[in-house]
């Protein structure tokens, strides 16, 4: 049996756990090629017009896989934390992919950690029985599953991205050198031809990168504790606090913000937390927007001024500040 698994939005953070489950319950795990212009095309002719850059991506993986594999696997993602939500785009994904795609061979099932982590893991026996009869065999999968995805969760916890993991590269990151923090969500900045490569750019100009994968939810939760309320979205949650956090466990030189054109969420939450910083801190901010249309060209040039004025500028005694006349 195969089952395709898109290279996007939830792969970057789920993909040992579910390729190992798939495996032992005898299924072959099928995953699209990496983002290319190509999948970026047929992501924008599939795609509802007003669905953001990560689900036009998700849809051109979905439509490149669905007629290779004998099932494609698509889950009702409602939440991944206690008292959270994702954004909705992911919980209408099953039926979006359905009905544009005309897609009829999709695996899924509803996965929520909302009231707890058992009644996820009841979604993920759901999903299993769909493929094997045997209860134990399930179980066990299950538990093999769990013990990967934990694995992968303490190595980024150590400093290394979901990018080089996946990859098989074993890039430990050098405090020496100068840091930054690059936030956002996982699927932008672990997805070379949308971030635009952006984390292997900075590492060329001899930086090393932080992103929230580096920062458990529980203390991104205890940072985020600052706001008056809690934000309603666990992405939210997950990029304010681990901003904070980074800040005040590492010597940055700089924060960048990697959001998406459209995304609702993205828009409010960079903005707070460029005002708690200016509270807290002189770190300097670089806004970076993602859409289609986004140019690799002027990427660089904005990086190389940010990289001139918060590396090269702070080795010669210059300040952050502009000259005043």
């Known amino acids: 049996m195969l089952i395709g698994f898109p290279r996007g939005l939830y792969f970057y953070d789920y993909y040992p756990f579910w390729e190992t489950f798939f495996q032992e319950l005898d299924a072959k795990v099928v995953t699209s090629k990496p983002t290319d212009k190509e999948i970026l095309n047929l992501g924008v002719e599939w795609a509802v017009d007003d669905a953001c850059l990560p689900v036009k991506v998700f849809f051109g993986h979905a439509g490149y896989l669905k007629d290779q594999v004998d099932f494609l696997f698509i889950p009702r993602f409602v939440s991944e934390f206690r008292r959270t939500y994702i954004c909705p785009k992911f919980l209408g994904l099953p039926e979006m992919i359905k009905y544009r795609l005309k897609a009829k061979n999709i695996l899924s099932a509803d996965l929520t950690a909302y009231k707890n982590e058992m009644e996820f893991y009841r979604g993920v026996y759901e999903l299993g029985k769909k493929i094997s009869p045997n209860t134990a065999k399930i179980m066990k999968a299950i538990y093999k599953a769990k013990l990967r995805q934990k694995e992968f969760l303490e190595k980024k916890l150590k400093g290394y991205q979901s990018l080089d993991l996946l990859e098989m590269k074993n890039h430990a990151i050098d405090l020496n050198k100068p840091l930054f923090a690059v936030i956002g969500h996982g699927y932008n900045i672990n997805d070379h031809h949308t971030s635009m490569d952006l984390?292997?750019?900075?590492?060329?100009?001899?930086?090393?990168?932080l992103t929230p994968d580096n920062v458990s939810y529980q203390e991104a939760l205890l940072k985020s504790k600052i706001l008056p309320k809690k934000p309603f979205w666990s992405f939210a949650v997950k990029n304010f606090g681990s901003t904070l956090y980074l800040m005040e466990k590492y010597p940055l030189k700089g924060i960048m913000h990697l959001n998406s054109f459209g995304c609702g969420p993205d828009s409010i939450i960079t903005e707070l937390t460029e005002r708690y910083l200016k509270k807290i801190s002189n770190l300097p901010v670089l806004n970076l927007t993602l859409d289609e249309h986004t140019g690799e060209a002027g990427l660089l040039t904005?990086?190389?001024?940010?990289?001139?004025?918060?590396?090269e500028r702070s080795f010669s005694g210059e300040g952050y500040l502009p000259a005043h006349g």
């Open 302 to 311: 904005r990086l190389e001024a940010f990289w001139d004025m918060t590396v």
């Open 199 to 209: 984390v292997n750019k900075i590492r060329s100009f001899g930086g090393e990168v």
